[in-house]
């Protein structure tokens, strides 16, 4: 099976590409493929404009860049987002390519009626935010439940994608450097456990 694994970070050297390399390392140890995405480097354009307005409307087919990360998401069997967390959500690129990338009659299909088609319900999505506060401040303030509400619930669930994996890294309270690499690696080699269980034969 084969991961999509989106990274949006512009530091090649950040702690979240660190994670999405782990992940991917998991991925192939598994027995699986993987491509990274890495947004910040292959130069995205985050932003919304007449073009996917056009779009969404349904009056001209997607723009080139959108078509070429519609046609990766086609490609994969789980998606993969891995990014830092940025005044408790995910940073300004990756929420500009999922309003783009995300559009009507791909991800999801909004009739005349005002009904809502799910499109991506053969699509499995993980998510790793790695964040800089602590476990308590996320609990204190409910911030990890307002995240999950609005991108798990918000944005995937929209579109019928399954939510496989909805991770939040923070800093470990004993400061082992390897706790981030090692939860990713591990999230990377049970990625596709499920499906397996489910394809697995039955015993005679």
Known sequence: MHALIVVAHPD??????????????GVASSGHTFEIADLAAEGFDPRFTAADVALFRREAPPPGDVAAEQ???DRADALVLA?????WSMPGLLKGWID???????????????KI?????????HLVAIGGADLRTYA???????????????IFDYCGARVGTSE????????????????????????FKASERREAPEAA
Request: hydrophobic residues 35%.
């Open 12 to 25: 090649p050297n950040s702690l979240t590409h660190s994670v999405a390399g782990h992940l991917a390392e």
């Open 83 to 87: 990014y830092p967390v940025y005044w």
């Open 117 to 125: 088609v799910k499109k991506l319900r053969h699509l499995q999505v």
């Open 168 to 191: 939040l890294l923070v800093p470990a309270e004993t400061q082992d450097p390897r706790s981030h690499p090692d939860a990713a690696y591990a999230i990377g080699c049970n990625l």
């Open 71 to 73: 046609a990766r998401i």
């Open 100 to 114: 783009r990338v995300f559009a009507n009659g791909w991800a999801y299909d909004e009739g005349s009626d005002g």
């Open 140 to 154: 204190r303030h409910g911030y990890f439940g307002a995240m999950r509400t609005q991108i798990d619930h918000g």
